[in-house]
């Protein structure tokens, strides 16, 4: 086995070894709160779908619908000619619900951090993440270039303390966490939060995607 192989394989086996190694299940059907796999029917309580919108009937008759007028796909980048009519339509609702400006709608969450990270930092700014933020606003912040701090988890006065190192460091300044966050289920202090950015003169980037439509007004 060549040497790039060997090393893989010695990773891989490394992962299995700590009882890290994961591997897809086969989904065959879902069905409200009753999901199939591998033959064998379960109760899901896995799915992040909490409004029931993927089985939604409206929204499955506005997809055939979609279909039928855009094809299954943009066929090209939202740059050249896949911004469609229903994206439009979607970012301006979103906005209107939110009280924003605009809004910009991304494939994933995963591909929503690193577009807003990476645009907003670069080399001589600061990022701030709490502990336990979701592993794509890491590697966001990663790519992005800036220097990257952590603050424990849910703890405004570390957070504090990292707001002032990074208030001497002349760039830019970006603190980012989770108003529900996705493994524990808590919440940070937000009220605190707001006024720890404005008195350092920080940005502050929520993940809100376990508690849009779920938690607090709306």
Known sequence: MAGFE?????ELDAIREAGLWRKLRRVDSVE?????IEGREYLNFSSNDYLGL??????GQAAMEAVEKFGVGAGASRLVCGSLGPHHELEAALADWLGAESALVFSSGFAAAQGTLTSLLGQGDVVILDKKAHASMI???KLSGAT????????IENLEQRLQW????????????ESIFSM??????LTA???LKERYGAWLMLDEAHALGCHGEG
């Open 184 to 189: 524990d289920g808590d919440s940070p202090d």
């Open 193 to 195: 939060l707001i006024e």
């Open 54 to 59: 993927a089985g939604h009937p409206a929204l």
């Open 166 to 177: 990074a208030a001497e460091q002349g760039g830019r300044v970006l603190v980012a966490t």
């Open 139 to 141: 590697d966001a912040a």
């Open 148 to 155: 990257l701090r952590v603050f424990r988890h849910n703890d």
């Open 6 to 10: 060997r090393h893989l394989t010695d």
């Open 32 to 36: 409200a709160n009753r999901i199939t």
